[in-house]
């Protein structure tokens, strides 16, 4: 079996005496669709901001043989820049080597604003795909979504999933937070957060 | 909501309290005279006459006492309100003052009793000067004393000395009995002796003002820079100014980072921790810069468009510009660590926002009066800011001071700095 592209041992993460992720072990494989099924407050967003090294974990380690794009569930930009500008500046910040074409391809694929128009004063579902676009920058092989599709509309939704298959038949790994459990079915395996935790429950179970 | 946080609750409380009387302080001490009470143990009469001069007391108080506000008290009250802090110092004329002074012989006491407060040093020089203005006054009587003694030694006369009276020949007479005696080597010595003590006693009017005042101060006219253009004024304009611009910036966009999430996309590698928090201190330098740029150019201009004379408006620009730079990326490493603690960026703009107004106060609260607030403001850039521009700008010899407060800035920035790094690991919690 070939190694993973991200492998996750025993990760946790404690916010003073509160435990958001009790010790954790995740592996992404090229070729699959992972999703994160649970509650508010399962840890399914720490879990994935731990893969994506945007916060430490207070105990475990993360190993990562791929570049990782990672879409926060709150989008994360900044908002006195445009999308284009947003889009340029991450991708010099990634080490794109030509971050005005990259930023231009994506405002393009995902038919955002070219306008100078401050992104803080997009409407939701454009600071969504803003977001998820941001991530594409550099071309990663794991894509890391936590709850993307929450604000767009079912075209856009259907859009955000294209780009995951093609991610994944090309190799690629996506790893999915959702509370909406349509959306498992784009996932090839799914684990289930209950209280920090993974739970040996169902999805049906978790949710009852 | 407020009292299920007795942090803030305290905060809202202290805050204004802490700003008045740091406002007190440093108004206080900048424009009021202090009151001074004044104890009459010997009962002056309101007129003396010392060497023939006759003074009115209270004009003379009133003319002498421009730095404090002398209030005429009974020695129990004056100690009570010592006691009190009502007066800053007592000054007492002992029993027997007059007496002595109008002997013109022994110099009388005055006693002088402070408070154990900060301004006791303050209050100290401004009674020593308040004596020497006394002196002054009264030197011309001591002299004309003594010129009295001098003249009655030359032409002869009736005296008084001590009590006693006297009568004396003087070297005039004593002359003229020289020449009713027979020419001999004696007498003649005795009236070369005469000749020379008269021309030597013809000098001591001379000698005695010399000796009064052996070095005279006159102040010339000058067209140098009034209070509003000068290097103080400057200097604490740019501090003021990059303070409030530096802190506010860093601490605004390192919270914002956290409000808008871009800190966990930055951390994924992207930019390590110290890098965010240069990104914020080059951010508060280079505004700084272009600030405190304008400001020095504007005076500059009104320097060269009014004609005014002292100091160099251009050729100090560099050094200044330099100190410009350090101390607003100084204050942009606070305004870092500011913005990490804080949780939010609008919550990091208030803080800033509170905290620039005791930071510039103490920073202005001078060493006598407040020892404490000394003490804090050395480990704040401000005060350190204020001294390396006002050095900048005008010393003649800045090295030295430019030197010391760059260091200062420097260690306040590198610790502040530190601290910022170790805050924004928090920010992408």
Known sequence: MTSPLVRALRVARRYGEVEALAPTDVELHSGETVALVGPNGAGKSTLLAILAGAIEPSEGTVETNARVGWVPQRPAHYSRLSARENLELFAQLEGVRDARAAAAELLERFALPPAPRPSGELSVGNRQRLNVAIALLGEPRVLLLDEPTAALDPGQRRRVWEVADALRAGGGAVCFATQNLEEIEHANRTIVLQDGQVASLTVEEVFR | ?429
């Open chain 2, 1 to 429: 909501m407020l009292l299920r946080s007795p942090l803030l609750l305290g905060a809202l409380i202290a805050y204004p309290i802490v700003i008045a009387l740091l406002v007190g302080l440093v108004a206080g001490y900048a424009s009021s005279k202090p009151r001074v009470a004044f104890v009459d143990d010997d009962h002056l009469p309101n007129v003396i006459a010392v060497g023939g001069h006759r003074f009115h007391i209270q004009t003379v108080i009133d003319d002498v006492a421009n730095q404090v506000t002398l209030v005429r008290l009974t020695d129990a009250e004056a100690a009570r309100e010592l006691a009190d802090g009502k007066v800053v110092a007592t000054i007492t004329v002992p029993p027997g003052f007059l007496g002595d002074l109008e002997t013109t012989a022994v110099s009388p006491h005055m006693i002088l009793r402070t408070g154990t407060g900060g301004l006791a040093p303050r209050v100290t020089q401004q009674v020593q000067a308040l004596v020497y203005q006394l002196n002054r006054k009264l030197q011309g009587g001591y002299i004309a004393a003594n010129l009295a003694f001098v003249h009655l030694l030359l032409h002869g006369g009736h005296g008084k000395f001590l009590g006693k009276q006297f009568d004396v020949l003087g070297l005039d007479r004593t002359a003229q009995e020289l020449t009713a005696l027979p020419p001999t080597k004696r007498v003649a010595a005795i009236e070369h002796f005469v000749q020379q003590a008269k021309v030597g006693l013809a000098q001591t009017g001379g000698a005695l003002r010399a000796t009064a005042n052996p070095i005279t101060l006159e102040q010339a006219k000058s067209h140098g820079r009034t209070w509003v253009l000068s290097a103080q004024v400057q200097a604490y304009g740019i501090a003021v100014t990059v303070t409030f611009l530096a802190l506010l910036l860093a601490a605004g966009a390192t919270a914002a980072e956290r409000d808008e999430g871009t800190i966990g996309r930055l951390r994924r590698g992207l930019l390590s921790l110290g890098e965010l928090v240069w990104a914020k201190v080059a951010l508060a330098g280079v505004v700084g810069l272009v600030l405190g740029a304008a400001i020095a150019l504007v005076f500059g201009i009104v320097v060269e468009a009014g004609g005014i004379t002292g100091g160099e408006p251009w050729g100090r620009l560099p050094l200044l510009l330099a100190g410009v730079l350090l101390s607003a990326a100084v204050v942009g490493a606070c305004g870092a660590l500011l913005g990490a603690l804080s949780r939010e960026a609008r919550t990091a703009s208030l803080l800033a926002v509170l905290l620039v107004l005791p930071v510039v106060f103490l920073g202005l609260v001078p060493r006598g009066a407040v020892p404490i607030a000394y003490w804090v403001s050395l480990f704040l850039p401000f005060a350190h800011a204020v001294r390396f521009f006002g050095a900048a700008l005008y010393d003649s010899d800045p090295w030295h001071t430019v030197g010391i407060e760059g260091l200062w800035l420097l260690g306040i920035g590198a610790a502040s700095w530190a601290l910022a790094r170790v805050g924004a690991r928090t920010l992408s919690a």
